[in-house]
């Protein structure tokens, strides 16, 4: 069993058991059946409308991948490689072969293969990086499947709270405590389970699997590397020092060698994507509905207040003795004759002088201080070291900073280069000494790209702006003040007839708010 995934299961039936033995009066309160169904029923039956059967059944196997203990990383791939070079480079050809039906790795032998094929290199570069992508296309499939149960299911506790709230209306005029309390507790339960069927189960079964499709991924251009270092009969021990940079795959080291295993320009779109970002504003409907609940639960204890306000004024009422109008003293104590016709001088009323109006203090409004210019955020900035690369703008509400394409990103790619890390280096310092917005805004020019992982400019503007965006973001920069937006070519600077228009609007620009 994977041992990380033993301490978290350990860890949660820990925590559970806790907080149900020293929280709760009576922990078999926790348990309600309805509740659970409406749960667990009510999102696998939405799983299973979003997605087809074979895909919904894998679930359970899923489920054992990421509890089985997998092989991560070897070195045993490494050995087999570089012994496989060193034969192809004696050009024993019969060795090579009789290794190579020994070794396990599909993708090394499919890769050594290929290189006894004597195939060219571009078309062995071009059918292992299309495993690659299909491998992570495939794999990240697997895992928004959990991503998908995840909303799901806090959803349908929604739905049982409402369910709950609904019949605790229709029963409160009844004054039953007991069954007030029941459709409440059924309405917390339902929201109680979604929350731990999201959290517990398919959200961290959703990371581990796309965890695990990046270390596969790492490992597999560590692979594709060193075949096609074997391909260009390059030293072996050279290629065991690339392939083997000494450290676990879940380091930055190991990262950034499987990024640097993919060194040509058709590999850099499809093998090194970037994984799939969750999407921030997907469960921005949870501060929504916890608010409808803090309200109808509020709500909810007023009511509860007020009928047991009215039933004890009820009590107090019954038990309240009221003076008869008319006893036997009142009829038989009159007063003499005429007394009924005695007037009563009333005293004359006592007139106190007014007292003297208090002085009215009057309010001195300052003038409000002048608001900041453009040119007040310019004056604020240090351009000093920014360089030719980088055209600073500047209008009535905005300072923007442009950077042309082709120094950040190579041709048809969202990956920056080694030139355009450089530039935004440069800018780190600018934009970190003023507090206010950046939006990085990606262009392109009006030709078509269409791969497999542009399937036009709206792709790929937006992917080059979340590349700046998350590079500012690992250097420093605070993420609430990052946006990033893909504008394609719909705001060129210049006309794309010509070929020096079309590199003028091929760009980026970060542009700071004021």
């Known amino acids: 069993m994977n041992p990380s995934t033993l301490i978290g299961m350990l860890a949660s039936v820990l925590l559970l058991t806790v907080l149900l033995m020293f929280s709760a009066q009576q922990p078999g309160l926790f348990i309600d059946l309805p509740a659970l169904g409406i749960v667990v029923v009510g999102t696998f039956a939405a799983t299973f409308i979003s997605y087809p059967l074979r895909e919904v059944l894998r679930i359970f196997s899923l489920i054992k991948t990421v509890v089985r203990h997998e092989r991560e990383y070897t070195q045993e791939d490494i050995?087999?490689?570089?012994?496989?070079?060193?034969?192809?480079?004696?050009?024993?050809?019969?060795?090579?072969?009789?290794?190579?039906?020994?070794?396990?790795?599909?993708?090394?032998?499919?890769?050594?293969?290929?290189?006894?094929?004597?195939?060219?290199?571009?078309?062995?570069?071009?059918?292992?990086?299309?495993?690659?992508?299909?491998?992570r296309a495939k794999e990240h499939a697997e895992a928004q499947l959990f991503r998908v149960m995840?909303?799901?299911?806090?959803?349908?506790?929604?739905?049982?709270?409402?369910?709950?709230?609904?019949?605790?209306?229709?029963?409160?005029?009844?004054?039953?405590?007991?069954?007030?309390?029941?459709?409440?507790?059924?309405?917390?339960?339902?929201?109680?389970?979604?929350?731990?069927?999201?959290?517990?189960?398919?959200?961290?079964?959703?990371?581990?699997?796309?965890?695990?499709?990046?270390?596969?991924v790492v490992v597999m251009n560590m692979v594709l590397q060193g075949v096609a270092m074997m391909a260009n009969k390059r030293s072996p021990g050279l290629m065991r020092r690339t392939v083997a940079p000494g450290a676990r795959p879940d380091c930055a080291e190991v990262e950034n060698t499987g990024m640097r295993a993919v060194t040509r320009n058709q590999a850099a779109a499809i093998a090194s994507g970037t994984p799939p970002v969750e999407d921030p504003g997907g469960e921005t409907w949870m501060m929504t509905y916890l608010d409808m609940m803090t309200l109808l639960l509020v709500v909810t204890m007023a009511m509860l207040a007020l009928a047991g306000k009215s039933h004890e004024?009820?009590?107090?009422?019954?038990?309240?003795?009221?003076?008869?109008?008319?006893?036997?003293?009142?009829?038989?104590?009159?007063?003499?004759?005429?007394?009924?016709?005695?007037?009563?001088?009333?005293?004359?009323?006592?007139?106190?002088?007014?007292?003297?109006?208090?002085?009215?203090?009057?309010?001195?409004?300052?003038?409000?201080?002048?608001?900041?210019?453009?040119?007040?955020?310019?004056?604020?900035?240090?351009?000093?070291?920014?360089?030719?690369?980088?055209?600073?703008?500047?209008?009535?509400?905005?300072?923007?900073?442009?950077?042309?394409?082709?120094?950040?990103?190579?041709?048809?790619?969202?990956?920056?280069?080694?030139?355009?890390?450089a530039v935004l280096r440069k800018l780190i310092p600018v934009l970190d000494s003023v507090p206010h917005k950046i939006i990085v805004a990606g262009h392109t020019d009006p030709q078509d790209i269409r791969n497999s992982r542009f399937p036009s400019n709206w792709e790929l503007s937006g992917a080059r702006a979340g590349s700046v965006v998350r590079y500012l973001q690992s250097n420093g920069i605070q993420p609430n003040r990052l946006a990033?937006?893909?504008?394609?070519?719909?705001?060129?600077?210049?006309?794309?007839?010509?070929?020096?228009?079309?590199?003028?609007?091929?760009?980026?620009?970060?542009?700071l708010e004021r």
Request: aromatic share 4%; with cysteine; net charge negative.
């Open 79 to 135: 050995d087999e490689l570089v012994s496989l070079s060193r034969l192809w480079i004696d050009g024993d050809l019969r060795a090579v072969e009789d290794v190579l039906d020994r070794v396990k790795n599909p993708f090394l032998r499919s890769g050594v293969q290929l290189v006894i094929d004597k195939t060219p290199l571009d078309d062995i570069l071009d059918l292992l990086q299309w495993r690659i992508a299909r491998l």
């Open 484 to 511: 990033a937006i893909g504008y394609a070519d719909t705001r060129p600077l210049a006309d794309n007839a010509l070929a020096e228009g079309r590199a003028r609007n091929r760009r980026v620009e970060l542009i």
């Open 313 to 421: 004024l009820a009590r107090h009422s019954a038990k309240f003795n009221v003076a008869p109008v008319f006893s036997a003293k009142s009829l038989t104590s009159l007063d003499p004759p005429g007394a009924l016709l005695r007037v009563h001088q009333a005293p004359a009323p006592v007139v106190e002088p007014e007292p003297e109006p208090e002085p009215v203090a009057v309010a001195v409004v300052e003038p409000e201080p002048p608001k900041p210019t453009t040119q007040d955020l310019l004056n604020e900035l240090p351009l000093d070291k920014l360089g030719n690369d980088i055209e600073v703008v500047t209008n009535d509400s905005s300072v923007s900073f442009r950077i042309s394409s082709e120094i950040l990103f190579p041709s048809g790619q969202s990956d920056l280069s080694l030139g355009g890390l």
């Open 150 to 216: 995840a909303s799901y299911a806090p959803a349908f506790g929604m739905l049982g709270t409402l369910v709950g709230l609904v019949n605790l209306m229709f029963v409160l005029g009844d004054g039953d405590m007991v069954t007030i309390g029941r459709q409440m507790a059924v309405g917390l339960m339902t929201t109680l389970y979604g929350v731990l069927l999201a959290n517990l189960l398919c959200k961290p079964v959703a990371v581990k699997l796309e965890r695990r499709t990046e270390q596969r």
